[in-house]
């Protein structure tokens, strides 16, 4: 044992081995566990978006675009999003079996905590609206971004007058039951409405907002509206 110990102390005087400050642990603990919290708020954001996507989406139209039920969900889905929580949630298992305690917890006990809290805090986010403002931050200028997050563009759907669903952004007020819009592919649109109409939602038809119509194509340029809802949200 002694010269076991005579080795281990020649070579520490050989290769002028010298112990690593406290500091130094202390800074790569502290740095472990800053990556630990921003993958949890990232992932957090991450479930925010996905939430206000799902329930934001009208999984009610599937039968004007000739799909089943569960067809429509698959296809609406935000993929990008769940893919995106997945991953910040084993980044933040992986930081935090990296702290100096981690060692101490179980893998599931601290995946679980990880969860809850992501949904916790996303929740508190969503609440807040994050979640749309994102969406709609990603999706003006993000070309690719409607096509990535789920299998379908949400504006593409919106874009189908001949189907009854029709989408853009409001241009003029021409009278109480008329309007203009654009849609998403630059076509300007006169828009009937009446009495029967239903609003869902907080719908303003006012100048410059956005919002989803269901009814029938009269006329090449011209659209009864028999429903209206604001385009964020349902």
Known sequence: ????????????????????????????????????????????????????IILDNDWDIYRYLSLSPAKHILLSLPYIWIFAILLFLGLALYNYKHTKSGYRSGTFVVLGLSVVGSVVLGSVFHSLGMGRKIDRIFSQNIPLYQNVHCCCNRKDIWTQPEKGLLGGRILNIRKEDEFDIEDFGGIIWQIEKNNETLIRGPVLIIENEEVKLIGEKRTEKRFRAREIRPWAGK
């Open 1 to 52: 044992m002694s010269k076991f110990c005579d080795k281990v102390l020649c070579k520490i005087k050989e290769e002028k081995i010298e112990p690593k400050p406290k500091w130094h642990f202390l800074l790569k603990d502290y740095f472990v566990w800053l990556a630990f919290a921003v993958s949890l708020i990232v992932g957090a954001l991450a479930f925010c978006v996905a939430l206000s």
